[in-house]
């Protein structure tokens, strides 16, 4: 995920959706590649939003507070219609 966020951003992106839909499981050491990537393109002056995460994953976020801070989106589309972007999420 790290890859594809600098990718990303390297391309000159400034609106990122991380679509967790195929995640089924998430450790803290997700949850920090997470938080890192929302700090790097924030740092780089864009915004980030999560789509699909579901279950367990969601409940993570939830159990550390994260979803406070990051905005989730039930999937891909509702999450590029939110940053008023289309396009492939990361």
């Known amino acids: 995920m790290e890859a594809a966020v600098q ?8 609106k990122i959706v991380i679509d967790l839909e195929q995640v089924t499981y998430i450790d803290s050491t ?4 997470v938080a890192f990537c929302f700090g790097k393109i924030s740092k780089e002056g864009g915004t980030a939003v999560v ?3 579901q279950g367990l994953v969601l409940e993570v976020f939830r ?7 990051i ?12 940053l008023g972007a289309a396009g492939q999420s990361a």
């Open 7 to 14: 990718k990303a951003l390297g391309s000159g992106a400034k």
């Open 30 to 33: 997700g949850i920090g590649i």
């Open 51 to 53: 789509s699909g995460a």
């Open 63 to 69: 159990i550390t507070r994260l979803d406070s801070i």
């Open 71 to 82: 905005k989730f989106f039930p999937d891909a589309d509702a999450a590029c219609a939110s």
